[in-house]
Nanobody, 124 residues
Framework: QVQLVESGGGLVQAGGSLRLSCAAS????????MGWFRQAPGKEREFVAT????????RYANSVEGRFTVSRDNAKNTVYLQQSSLQPEDTAIYYC?????????????????WGQGTQVTVSS
């Protein structure tokens, strides 16, 4: 069965950095785009970043563009989210997700499997 396991979250001061990882199993990883989403308390889950199956195409939410970088290692079945210049408003649970196809997409409805999430807390 499909499994997505996030790790790397934690507590960091404003301006700091974190690297989130998502280990995937149960499907042919290099055939599908992957995405990162986040959900803050009392808010809807929102798109953060996505990467195509081969890793050549990436897209970001305006709020993280230039600060976050999504990448993947298909040999390790892992997708990453490098976060820098973190701000308190980045505090949320971060989820990785498997897309239904090979192309990167910002639409939640085009993702069919989700991880359990990892908490990122940024203090001011």
């Amino acid at each position: 069965q499909v499994q997505l396991v996030e790790s790397g979250g934690g507590l960091v001061q404003a301006g700091g950095s974190l690297r989130l990882s998502c280990a995937a199993s149960g499907f042919t990883f290099d055939m599908f785009a992957m995405g990162w989403f986040r959900q803050a308390p009392g808010k809807e889950r929102e798109f953060v970043a996505t990467i195509s199956r081969g890793g050549k195409v990436t897209r970001y939410a305006n709020s993280v563009e230039g600060r976050f970088t999504v990448s993947r290692d298909n040999a390790k079945n892992t997708v990453y989210l490098q976060q820098s210049s973190l701000q308190p408003e980045d505090t949320a649970i971060y989820y990785c997700a498997k897309a239904t196809g090979q192309f990167s997409t910002v639409n939640r409805g085009e993702y069919d499997f989700w991880g359990q999430g990892t908490q990122v807390t940024v203090s001011s």
